[in-house]
């Protein structure tokens, strides 16, 4: 992020440079005292720095260690059949992972020494994911006080501090109304950077701008950047559009774990080098706000990673100074931006001005190629089909154009849009068969089994998980309750992301064999359908099972349908680790986490 002084004065946040002077001198003073140990990672700071207090906390020892062959260990009993399973007899010691950063832990973005490691941060390299190997099996520490989480509707608007305390921003943005502290709780008023009367307000002053937008109907799936608290999701949860909020695990401290406190979905991500997770032509809208991307930077890259993902015929929403302020930088941001969104064909649809004082640009992308065939120059060029990766995975991110697939409609609106025959399934006659049966197969099994059937407790489930989504069809059949669903598609099974962004859902591409980029405890609900079988002769289920330990709740559950033999094995791993569980039918399993952490060696 660059900060424009002049736009500090304009706004008069005197206080604020003040500090920031004082923040420069004393930096400059701690560079010159020191000689071998390099400054924290402040965030002005280039080359590879390092914060001593921060390396020693890494948990890098694999952990637990099998230690004997004696029975099951622990206390904990439950009404199961009781047959004993393969794996049993291996008894698990676990551990806590180590220093005062373990209970937010997250393996692939705190990995300190990868970070230290980098050539380059210019673009953000730092943000990215570099997983520890091999993946550590220490478990996350609880924090102090942390309770049950607040349920939902109320969660949206408040949470528990103990839960998440952290205070960053209800002091750095304590002008903007991100957050505040009130007793016992966090508070979320609404506001952000660019919501200064309020999201309501800047939601429906958008609609203004754009009507066809149609909120909840046309426009149903949105992607929002540099999301901040996930306060423009959050809200337009109402207007049923379901909203892909990301940020990177940078100086706004937490945002993305207050995001999934509150119960809206989120994820941490960042424009940076590699492409985001997402297949090409997902969201149907994109939004930043101030979202300090340099759209324009790195040969357009990050314009053109959105151009990507963008549906055809979607918009992107530019909420930013360069927009409506005319100091020499915000200009020549502007001017650069005007150049590179024509490159691209994308038609300005609506420009203004809000009262408030901020203001917005609309950009919508061709629906078809033909604007890139006319340009007088091709450049940026249209990526050759043949030679592009076809995963976004550890790839990097393109220059090129990726070309519009010649038969594109709008889906059809939302909520018929959810079981309506996707645009990307295939065009082979038993692809929609299948996929009607999925749907039904789904409905069926989430009806007559998974709600009622199972002992779970839906009135206190709101962030869900489904590991193995295939077409969405368990996210699909959730669609009534008051939940939402983050579904997860294998790097390495079928692409079946797109059909799942065309019915109106969300959801990211992974690998399991590694940690997912979210917040130790941020599920109340994991669902897992037969994917053990094809992962562990890739990675062990130790791991899978730590990493489901990790971004439960206590008091969450899991749902997993797999084969006898893997139920079984999966089974006697969640007991040694305190979980209850109950199989179904010797066909589900369904296991609960329980506040049980190993005890602390002092
Ligand atoms: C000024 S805040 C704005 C937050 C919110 N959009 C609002 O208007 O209240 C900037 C946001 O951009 C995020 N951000 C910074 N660099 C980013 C990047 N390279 N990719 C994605 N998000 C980024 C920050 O983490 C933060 O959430
Ligand atoms: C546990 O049992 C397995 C097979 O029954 C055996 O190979 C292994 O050596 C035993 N380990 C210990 C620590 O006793
Ligand atoms: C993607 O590329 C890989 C390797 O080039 C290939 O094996 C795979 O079949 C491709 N997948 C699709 C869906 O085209
Ligand atoms: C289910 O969860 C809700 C909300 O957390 C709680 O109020 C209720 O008592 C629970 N019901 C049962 C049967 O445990
Ligand atoms: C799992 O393996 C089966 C059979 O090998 C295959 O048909 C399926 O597509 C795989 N699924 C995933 C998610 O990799």
């Not at 420069?24 to 700071?45: C, D, E």
């Not at 979210?518 to 890739?538: I, K, M």
Request: glycine share 6%; proline share 7%; hydrophobic share 35%.
């Amino acid at each position: 992020m660059a900060i424009s002084v002049h736009n500090l004065l304009k706004e008069r946040r005197y206080p604020f440079i003040a500090f920031l002077f004082l923040l420069i001198l004393f930096v400059a003073f701690f560079i010159l005292t020191t000689n071998n140990s390099q400054p924290p990672p402040l965030y002005h700071i280039r080359q590879p720095s390092s914060h001593p207090s921060v390396t020693k906390i890494i948990p890098t020892t694999p952990l637990p260690e099998i230690v004997s062959n004696r029975t099951e260990i622990g206390t904990n009993r439950d009404s199961d059949d009781g047959d004993s399973g393969e794996g049993e007899g291996l008894v698990y010691e676990w551990k806590l992972c180590p220093g005062p950063l373990a209970v937010d832990y997250i393996p692939c973005l705190d990995n300190w020494k990868a970070i230290k490691s980098l050539k380059s941060r210019r673009h953000m390299e730092h943000r990215e994911r570099y997983c520890p190997k091999p993946n550590p099996r220490c478990l996350i520490p609880l924090p102090d006080g942390y309770k049950v989480p607040v349920a939902w509707p109320k969660s949206r608007d408040m949470i528990w501090f103990d839960n998440v305390p952290h205070l960053k921003l209800v002091e750095y943005k304590k002008e903007q109304n991100w957050v505040k502290r009130s007793g016992d709780y966090l508070l979320f008023p609404g506001g952000g950077t660019q919501f200064k009367e309020g999201v309501n307000h800047y939601i429906q002053y958008i609609e203004k701008n754009l009507p066809k937008i149609g909120w909840g109907k046309r426009t149903r799936v949105i992607l929002d950047v540099g999301c901040g608290v996930a306060s423009f999701g959050g809200y337009l949860l109402d207007k049923n559009v379901i909203t892909m909020s990301f940020a990177p695990k940078d100086e706004h401290e937490a945002q993305i774990q207050f995001a999934l406190e509150r119960g809206i979905p989120a994820t941490l991500s960042v424009i940076a080098t590699q492409k985001l997770t997402f297949p090409d032509n997902a969201f149907d809208l994109i939004h930043c706000a101030r979202c300090r991307v340099h759209w324009d930077g790195y040969g357009g890259k990050p314009l053109l990673e959105l151009n990507r993902i963008l549906r055809p015929g979607g918009v992107f929403i530019w909420s930013a100074t360069p927009v409506y302020r005319d100091d020499e930088r915000d200009k020549k941001v502007w001017e650069a931006m005007v150049a590179l969104t024509k490159s691209i064909c994308w038609k300005v649809v609506a420009k203004s001005f809000d009262s408030s004082g901020i203001g917005l640009v609309i950009y919508e992308k061709p629906i078809s190629s033909s604007c890139y065939k006319s340009r007088k120059e091709s450049n940026p060029p249209l990526c050759d089909e043949n030679l592009r990766p076809n995963t976004s995975w550890y790839t990097p991110l393109d220059g090129c154009i990726s070309t519009i697939p010649v038969a594109n409609t709008w889906p059809t609106p939302w909520p018929q849009r959810l079981k309506s025959k996707p645009l990307s399934l295939s065009t082979d006659p038993d692809a929609e068969l299948a996929f009607y049966e999925d749907t039904k197969h789904w409905s069926e099994l989430v009806t007559n089994v998974y709600i009622g059937g199972l002992g779970v407790n839906w009135s206190s489930v709101r962030n869900v998980m489904d590991m193995n989504a295939g077409y969405g069809g368990f996210a699909a059949a959730l669609s009534d309750l008051p939940v939402w669903v983050m579904n997860i598609v294998s790097v390495n099974g079928p692409n079946t992301l797109p059909i799942i962004f065309d019915r109106g859902l969300i959801g990211i591409y992974h690998d399991w064999c590694e940690s997912l980029n979210t917040y130790p405890r941020t599920y109340d609900l994991l669902h897992s359908s037969f994917l053990f079988g094809n992962l562990t002769s890739r990675c062990d289920m130790l791991d899978i099972a730590v990493e489901m330990d990790r971004v439960l709740r206590p008091g969450g559950v899991v749902i997993v349908e797999d084969s006898t033999g893997m139920l079984k094995k999966l089974k006697h791993i969640l007991r040694s680790l305190h979980w209850s569980t109950n199989l179904h039918q010797q066909r589900f399993l369904v296991g609960r986490k329980s506040f049980w952490r190993p005890e602390k060696k002092r």
